[in-house]
């Protein structure tokens, strides 16, 4: 059982009584300097507000819905990318991982590996992330009951990593859309770790804009507002200048120059949250 913060760098932990830990960066690592504007604004943000921030970003995407769709420019290059993220803003970094043999590489850059919610079951990648001794954030499976969380963490635990984070990003519900259970991240919360929301995935419409993933911008904000008043200990937020031009994702991310004001409403509302 897991009952403390979980430490994802020198400088920044996640869980019951911190701050509200903030998550964010674009879907898919792409233009370099891109990656830093995007990074540094958010980061900027994060400082005014007090917040912890962990700068995210994909080196490849390989759930796309079209095998033509962009996934990212690959494993070297992308942890090349992250390391000077990393440095340049003196912030931690996360990124995915899909296969075992990804997570050593990934971890001499990262500080938080994140493994996919298709992949949340997944023993080998689990053992391998656990192996890193680096922290590991698991998304809960579109197809999995919050409890069912418990075999996941079990894995880890059983692995070596005890710094565990469980993200709820939503389930599927029919066809083309996911739906949020607001009890899922209270009912994880009581497997003992800290437990993220995953605001922007969790408005996703898979398939729903014919060979790619369409999604319901303007439902982050709500459903993240909802996420934080039930107590999650961080928010996970894709972010882009021009959401509508970004080579994935782009109908679920939120426009930069919305970070501020939103993570602005959310800190308030976390701060009541955590007086309950």
Known sequence: MINHPVRI????ACGSGLPLLVIAGPCVIDDRDLMLEIGQHVKSACEKLKLPYVFKASFDKANR???????????????EILAWVKESLDVP???????????????????????PAFLARQTDLLVAAA??????????????????MQHVV???LE????????????????????????????????????????????????????GTTGGQREMVAPLARAAVAT???????????????????????????????????LKKINEIASQH
């Not at 192996?131 to 069912?148: I, L, S, Y």
Request: with cysteine; glycine share 10%; proline share 7%.
């Open 159 to 210: 692995s070596g990593c005890e710094d565990i984070l469980l993200t709820e990003r939503g389930t599927f519900f029919g066809y083309g859309r996911l739906v949020n259970d607001m009890r899922s991240m209270i009912q994880m919360a009581e497997l003992g770790p800290p437990v993220v929301f995953d605001a922007t995935h969790s408005v996703q419409m898979p398939s729903a804009a014919g």
């Open 154 to 156: 079990g894995k880890l």
């Open 231 to 265: 107590g999650c200990d961080a928010v996970f937020i894709e972010t882009h200048p021009d959401p509508d031009q970004s080579p994935s994702d782009g109908p679920n991310m939120v426009p930069l120059e919305e970070i501020q004001s939103l993570l602005t409403t």
């Open 131 to 148: 192996a890193t001794g680096r922290a590991v954030n698991v998304k809960k499976g579109q197809f999995m009951a919050p409890w069912d």
């Open 65 to 79: 819905t079209s095998l033509k769709s962009y996934r990212g420019v690959g494993l070297e290059k992308g942890l």
């Open 93 to 115: 970094v996360t990124t995915d991982i899909h296969l075992p043999s990804q997570a050593a590489a990934v971890a001499e850059v990262v500080d938080l590996i994140q493994i």
């Open 9 to 12: 760098s020198d400088s920044v």
